[in-house]
């Protein structure tokens, strides 16, 4: 099965910064996903990011918070734009990487502390 | 450091017993349901899958069990170990959502020896 790399696993940032999370996978894929898991929580998708459209973002989340680039079918990068506490989270990138319905395949995510 | 799963409900089962863990899916439209287990420090683990059309499926150690009729899915794991000690979640999905995977609110396995 696919292996997604994820990077940096975790960090703490100044608030009011902004932090670059990359994610890489080892084949071809359509479909990346960006999810946010906040402390003792399940996983809220953030947006779908398809190579060569623009992502799409779910309800309570905005692009200039959280841009998101898809050069190419295996590369994403996730920015958390000027910081606040409250975006001290997990946030994870998943991709679809098996045939039919399923098939998802997760990055170790990133835990990031905004101080 | 910080464990995912902190607050979450947590269910005990000594190692040696079946563990059941269920999950109440929001949109009847679903088409297709996974689960998934996390421990800390780690993206969701693939455990098994179950379409609409089926009422249960087994894998190993493992069935999952849905109930469409009150949008119902449970996982059980039989004979658990230790290792099965994680956080589990569902998700379902659906071809109308463009494959986005929407996810339950996870519950949490403690495995006592």
């Known amino acids: 099965s696919a292996v997604i790399s994820q990077k940096p696993s975790r960090d703490i940032c100044q608030r009011g910064t902004s932090l670059t999370i990359q994610c890489q996978v080892d084949?071809?894929?359509?479909?990346m996903f960006w999810y946010r898991q906040q402390p003792g929580q399940s996983l809220t998708l953030i947006a779908t990011a398809n190579q060569g459209s623009e992502a799409t973002y779910e309800s309570g989340f905005v692009i200039d918070k959280f841009p998101i680039s898809r050069p190419n079918l295996t590369f994403s990068t996730l920015t958390v734009s000027n910081m606040s506490p409250e975006d001290s989270s997990i946030y994870l990138c998943?991709?679809?990487?098996?045939?039919?319905?399923?098939?998802?395949?997760f990055g170790s995510g990133t835990r990031l502390t905004v101080v | 450091g910080e464990s995912v799963g902190l607050h979450l409900p947590t269910l005990s089962v000594q190692e040696g017993d079946n563990s059941i863990i269920n999950c109440a899916y929001s949109?009847?439209?679903?088409?297709?349901f996974i689960w998934y287990k996390q421990e800390s420090g780690k993206g969701p683990q693939f455990i098994i899958d179950i379409r609409s059309n089926m009422d249960k499926r087994q894998g190993q150690r493992v069935t999952v069990l849905l109930n469409k009729t009150v949008k119902h899915l449970s996982l059980q794991i039989a004979a658990t170990q230790p290792g099965d000690s994680a956080v589990y979640f569902c998700a379902e999905t659906s071809a109308g959502t463009a494959s986005k995977l929407t996810f339950g609110t996870g519950t949490r396995l403690q495995v006592t020896l």
């Open positions: 084949s071809q894929v359509t479909m």
């Open positions: 998943s991709a679809r990487t098996g045939g039919g319905v399923g098939g998802y395949t």
């Open positions: 949109n009847s439209a679903s088409d297709y």
